[in-house]
């Protein structure tokens, strides 16, 4: 049976007036997955027709701002877009998860205060269901299993990726990470792998130091198509663009990912739907 991922953000932390931030959807067996949830995360979820109430489960590959801009607003939308009873949202991420979203809940407790005094309906502050993991199953429902496992974007540690499995099709969600033994047995075999690119020679002709910095613990479009050539994926979505992909260069992204690797190659936009499966 199918598994559809939904890019939703193909951008970075730079804004960009055409990607929102990193956030993929990840559909199977009539589950709803959020993997990352970037600046406007939810406006491009409304454009599939999705609403936060629908989520069954949001995942965090790590807490970079980027991944988790509107984590706040993921929260407390589909809290006051919930109408039936609540059921509390699962958040799945590395050590670190439970601080930021019980941060996150604070720096709203005004906003949950004022809404659980003027609405009869609401009458307990958004119900969440936090797991901190870093290798190993985190999540197993009607057919769908989640596997975590460590990457690499040192020093930001611990971060994960996840690999998505449903009747037989598996999709990985690298996340943030250079070529590492973890995402190679995550990818094993994998029906498709969306990987965060970047792309030094580009990066080295804008003069901000700070962009450089990032490229030690990015993987290169080549990286991550050796990666996906290794594991032996199916199909490679590329994501998360730095610094952004200009329109006009996409036959260049494209050609760099296929000198490593010889599968099918999805550059991803925002709403860009690939179904595996
Ligand atoms: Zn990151
Ligand atoms: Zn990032």
Redesign the pocket.
Known sequence: MAIEITLLGTG??IPDPLRA??STLVRAGGQTLLV?C?RGVLQRAAAVGVGPNALDALLLT?L?S??IADLGDVIISRWVTTFTEQVPLPIIGPPGTAEVVSATLKAFGFDIGYRIAHHADLNEPPPLEVSEHVDGQVWNRGGVSITARPTDHRPVEPTIGFRVSFEGNSVVLA??TVPCSGLDELARGADALVH?VIREDLVEQIPMQRLRDICDY?SSVQQAGATAQRAGVGTLVLT?Y?PALVPGQEDQWRALAAEEFDGRIELGDDLLQVTVG
């Open positions: 970075s932390p931030g990193p990352d970037g790590h970079h980027d991944h996340g943030d965060t990015h998360h730095v």
